[in-house]
């Protein structure tokens, strides 16, 4: 595949997708919305990737839609525009839905469908410099690329309507507070960090981690009943696979785990 908005490298398992659009921020325009959805499920098929982490180019993480790319004024078509948000989000959906684990490593800004994008995956690693920001109202447009379904969730529905309806920048430390960022590290070592914390998920059960994030993901719109009987259908999977028989032979012999956990920071301005 021949991509100019995004670059893909692979190397030992874990996939790095870049947003690469640095004179722009790593605005998103109706090319890199495609080719971001394109690479995706190139990746999601591809068994020799068992992670991915997602960042920008440059100093900055993405600053949101292309506003050159929008209508101005009463000009735009509003048919033409949902078109376009349907296609749109087919890229959230398809980070949502990911079945491998995806990390997003934010340095600078992350406005508007960007900082939606983050909130997408599972877990989101910033710099010290990082700046998040629900930047819809200062052009009079509604949230979009679900920050309206993942914010409400992250950081309770009040915290998501005062960061939404003022516009204001959210610094990486206070995102770090309210759940938005796991962790947040000096510029010099957040990527690496964020490579790290990939590269501990990529030994995990594959299938037993795509059926667990489907369960969190539903998590709040199901009764516990419902829960449950999801829960007894996916253990069913899980506890039957090859992946399961072999951890737990070597639990048996004594051998290292095959999956060793979540590797802890060395250093961490967590507060």
Known sequence: MTASTVELSIDDGLATLVMAR??????????????????????????????????????????????????????????????????????????ADFTKPLISAVDGVAFGAGFSIALASDFVIASERARFCMAFARLGLCPDIGASYTLPRIV?????????????????????????????????????????LARSMANMSGVSFGMTKRLLARTFECDLAAQLDGEASAQAVAMTSPYMQEAAGRFLRKQPALYQGLKAPAATTNK
């Open 22 to 95: 640095p004179e722009r921020k790593n605005a998103l325009n109706v090319q890199m919305f495609a080719e971001l959805l394109d690479t995706l499920n190139l990746v999601r098929r591809n068994p020799e990737v068992k992670a991915l982490l997602l960042t920008g180019a440059g100093s900055d993480f993405c600053s949101g839609g292309d506003v050159s790319n929008m209508g101005t004024g009463g000009t735009a078509d509003a048919a033409g525009v949902r078109a376009r948000m349907e296609e749109n989000n087919r890229l959230l959906l398809a980070i």
């Open 156 to 196: 309770g529905l009040q915290k998501a309507k005062e960061i939404i309806y003022s516009a204001r920048e959210v610094s990486a430390q206070e995102a770090l507070q309210l759940g938005i960022a796991l962790e947040v590290h000096p510029v010099e070592s957040f990527l690496g960090r964020a490579e790290q």
